[in-house]
């Protein structure tokens, strides 16, 4: 009877009072704030899966003319990417923006495996008609376009 009134409020009031005690974790003093919001197990498990996936990829890959100076340079190419792109991102915070990276690097996984090419597929875009350089009109295309991108490049206009 004394854990249900504890539950609804009620009771004694040392069971309210240590509900209501703030909790402080292992390691951390009052008065600090918490460290920010840290990756969970599997998002690192993931992102570092990825990152495996990538080089290992980048050790079998064959460029599509078979000459050895084109494929050093894919191979070199798809290093020096994802190098620049997890280190650009590896203090990042925020779950949303962190599952947005891991779904545009496995999308360009994919599409370099299967197109055989390992730079990012150039997408050709409307250009902008007859909108003035201001106004409404220019406003509206301009998110269209920003819309329209592929998941693949929201990094590559970022980085070059």
């Known amino acids: 009877m004394r854990s249900q009134?504890?539950?609804?409020?009620?009771?004694?009031?040392?069971?309210?009072?240590?509900?209501?005690?703030?909790?402080?974790q292992r390691g951390q003093e009052k008065g600090r704030q918490p460290p920010p919001t840290v990756m969970t197990p599997v998002t690192r498990r993931e992102v570092l899966g990825l990152y495996r996936k990538i080089f290992r990829i980048a050790k079998k890959w064959q460029s599509v003319s078979?000459?050895?100076?084109?494929?050093?340079?894919?191979?070199?190419?798809i290093i020096n990417e994802?190098?620049?792109?997890?280190?650009k991102n590896k203090n990042l915070t925020d779950p949303e923006v962190i599952h947005q990276c891991i779904e545009e690097c496995?999308?360009?996984?994919?599409?370099?495996?299967?197109?055989?090419?390992?730079?990012?597929?150039?997408?050709?875009?409307?250009?902008?008609g007859l909108a003035q350089k201001h106004g409404r009109t220019f406003?509206?295309?301009?998110?269209?376009r920003k819309l329209s991108k592929p998941v693949y490049l929201k990094s590559?206009?970022?980085?070059?």
């Open 66 to 77: 078979g000459q050895m100076e084109d494929t050093i340079k894919e191979k070199q190419y």
């Open 156 to 160: 590559y206009d970022e980085i070059s």
């Open 106 to 128: 496995k999308a360009r996984v994919e599409i370099g495996l299967h197109y055989n090419i390992p730079y990012p597929r150039p997408i050709h875009l409307p250009p902008m």
């Open 139 to 144: 406003q509206k295309q301009e998110k269209l």
């Open 5 to 24: 009134l504890a539950a609804r409020g009620g009771g004694t009031s040392g069971s309210v009072q240590t509900s209501l005690t703030p909790h402080v």
């Open 82 to 87: 994802a190098k620049t792109l997890f280190q």
